[in-house]
């Protein structure tokens, strides 16, 4: 059979035809579509790449910062359990502190109660010793005593020192009241006489004398003339002996030794 050479080109011209039409309208569309499609693909993973990576950035920067956070919270816990110990132990030193503060406080008041206590009954037990002694006297005192005590004291009168006589010799004198001698009991007019004898001779002058009786003197005689006072009686070494007692006692309970008074060589005779 004959080969018809116009049907054959015509269906090779059909074929191309085809081809071309089919890779102008089928085949570049569909590559086209899987280009861009590979490419949103591409862009996708690139996108989901970078997002991850962020998310490991962000993760590794949680776990950094979650780090520092437990550091600082370890240093702040550190600081504050020192902070309470050291608090505690101040607290514990001033309260102990405090304590030893009023234990001292107190003992110092039990101790100065003690020593009041001791002194008020020290001073209580003289004044009783003295106050008996002195009314056991004052019961004991008769004339003949009391002119026994006279005749001491014009003697003490003329046997005065120059420091207290030109003392009370110029009271006496610069006075315009008369001196005034005290006695326990009323003394005698010839007692009168002697002692106001004695008070002219040793101030050499004509005094002017009153005799007044002081029953609270014990057995003794007092002259006083101007604000001076010249004195001598039983009372005066009761006094004397009382003072020089308590002095005793004082230094013996004093936290420190003290220099010990002089004891008056007179201690009967009192001038001021």
Same mark, same amino acid.
């Given at each position: 059979m004959p080969i018809d050479w116009f049907t054959v080109a015509a269906q090779a011209l059909n074929f191309i035809i085809l081809v071309w039409l089919m890779k102008r309208f089928l085949y570049k569309p569909i590559l086209n579509a899987i280009d861009t499609r590979e490419k949103r693909i591409a862009a996708e993973l690139a996108n989901a790449d970078a997002k991850k990576s962020e998310a490991r950035d962000e993760r590794d920067e949680f776990q950094r910062k979650n780090q520092e956070f437990d550091q600082q919270r370890a240093t702040l816990l550190s600081q504050a359990t020192d902070q309470a110990n050291a608090e505690g132990e101040r607290l514990l030193d001033s309260a102990r502190t405090a304590a030893d503060a009023l234990s001292a406080k107190r003992l110092d008041?039990? #101790?100065?109660?003690?020593?009041?206590?001791? #002194?008020?009954?020290?001073?209580?037990?003289?004044?009783?010793?003295?106050?008996?002694?002195?009314?056991?006297?004052?019961?004991?005192?008769?004339? !003949?005593?009391?002119?026994?005590? +006279?005749?001491?004291? =014009?003697?003490? $009168?003329?046997?005065?020192?120059?420091?207290?006589?030109? +003392? $009370?010799?110029?009271? $006496?004198?610069?006075?315009?009241? %008369?001196?005034?001698?005290? !006695?326990?009991?009323? $003394?005698?007019?010839?007692?009168?006489?002697? /002692?106001?004898?004695?008070?002219?001779?040793?101030? !050499?002058?004509?005094?002017?004398? =009153?005799?007044?009786?002081? %029953?609270?003197?014990?057995?003794? /005689?007092?002259?006083?003339?101007? +604000?001076?006072?010249?004195a001598w009686s039983i009372a005066?070494?009761?006094?004397?002996?009382?003072?020089?007692?308590? #002095?005793?006692?004082?230094?013996?309970?004093?936290?420190?030794? !003290?220099?010990?008074?002089? /004891?008056?060589?007179?201690?009967g005779v009192n001038s001021q």
């Amino acid at each position: 059979m004959p080969i018809d050479w116009f049907t054959v080109a015509a269906q090779a011209l059909n074929f191309i035809i085809l081809v071309w039409l089919m890779k102008r309208f089928l085949y570049k569309p569909i590559l086209n579509a899987i280009d861009t499609r590979e490419k949103r693909i591409a862009a996708e993973l690139a996108n989901a790449d970078a997002k991850k990576s962020e998310a490991r950035d962000e993760r590794d920067e949680f776990q950094r910062k979650n780090q520092e956070f437990d550091q600082q919270r370890a240093t702040l816990l550190s600081q504050a359990t020192d902070q309470a110990n050291a608090e505690g132990e101040r607290l514990l030193d001033s309260a102990r502190t405090a304590a030893d503060a009023l234990s001292a406080k107190r003992l110092d008041g039990l #101790q100065s109660e003690v020593k009041t206590l001791q #002194q008020a009954l020290r001073q209580r037990t003289q004044e009783e010793v003295f106050a008996i002694t002195r009314k056991a006297l004052t019961d004991l005192a008769t004339t !003949s005593l009391e002119e026994r005590i +006279g005749e001491v004291f =014009t003697r003490r $009168l003329r046997a005065m020192d120059g420091q207290t006589k030109e +003392g $009370l010799a110029e009271a $006496l004198t610069t006075s315009s009241e %008369p001196a005034v001698v005290r !006695s326990a009991l009323e $003394l005698s007019a010839d007692q009168r006489a002697a /002692i106001k004898a004695a008070l002219n001779e040793t101030f !050499s002058a004509d005094l002017q004398v =009153t005799f007044e009786t002081a %029953p609270s003197l014990v057995s003794g /005689i007092e002259l006083s003339a101007n +604000g001076h006072k010249l004195a001598w009686s039983i009372a005066g070494y009761l006094d004397a002996l009382a003072k020089d007692i308590g #002095q005793m006692v004082d230094q013996h309970t004093a936290p420190r030794p !003290s220099t010990n008074s002089r /004891i008056d060589s007179k201690p009967g005779v009192n001038s001021q």
